[in-house]
């Protein structure tokens, strides 16, 4: 049995991501999108893992958006990993380590930009 799927067969996160949303019907990759992204919330927060999963799949059911958008935001990753993220990372009180959400400085972006152009 892979590593993957003993993960999968013993996680609370993956259990209850799979029996409230799509997610049992993604690709491995983009389950492991929410896995980390849920990983990374919880390092910056005071909440579990599985508080974050349950918080974004009610995030999901509280959504009332009418319009194309609607459907996204019902969906736990577009809260996880998608346009919702910021709003619900402030929900859940996520402090973002030194250095994750540090904008690139015009100065360096300059340097950069004029080094490919010569």
Not at 94 to 118: D, F, K, M, N, Q
């Given at each position: 049995?892979?590593?993957?799927?003993?993960?999968?067969?013993?996680?609370?996160?993956?259990?209850?991501?799979?029996?409230?949303?799509?997610?049992?019907?993604?690709?491995?990759?983009?389950?492991?999108?929410?896995?980390?992204?849920?990983?990374?919330?919880?390092?910056?927060?005071?909440?579990?893992?599985?508080?974050?999963?349950?918080?974004?799949?009610?995030?999901?059911?509280?959504?009332?958006?009418?319009?194309?958008?609607?459907?996204?935001?019902?969906?736990?990753?577009?809260?996880?990993?998608?346009?919702?993220r910021?709003?619900?990372?402030?929900?859940?009180g996520?402090?973002?380590?030194?250095?994750?959400?540090?904008?690139?400085?015009?100065?360096?972006?300059?340097?950069?930009?004029?080094?490919?152009?010569?």
């Open positions: 049995m892979s590593t993957g799927r003993v993960f999968r067969s013993v996680s609370l996160v993956d259990e209850l991501l799979r029996s409230k949303s799509g997610f049992a019907n993604m690709d491995f990759a983009s389950r492991d999108l929410y896995r980390r992204a849920i990983e990374q919330m919880a390092r910056g927060s005071k909440h579990t893992e599985l508080e974050i999963a349950r918080a974004a799949l009610a995030a999901g059911d509280s959504g009332t958006s009418v319009g194309g958008d609607a459907d996204r935001r019902r969906e736990p990753g577009y809260h996880l990993i998608g346009p919702g910021r709003a619900f990372e402030t929900g859940l996520y402090r973002a380590p030194a250095g994750v959400r540090c904008a690139i400085p015009e100065s360096s972006r300059l340097a950069t930009t004029s080094a490919r152009s010569s």
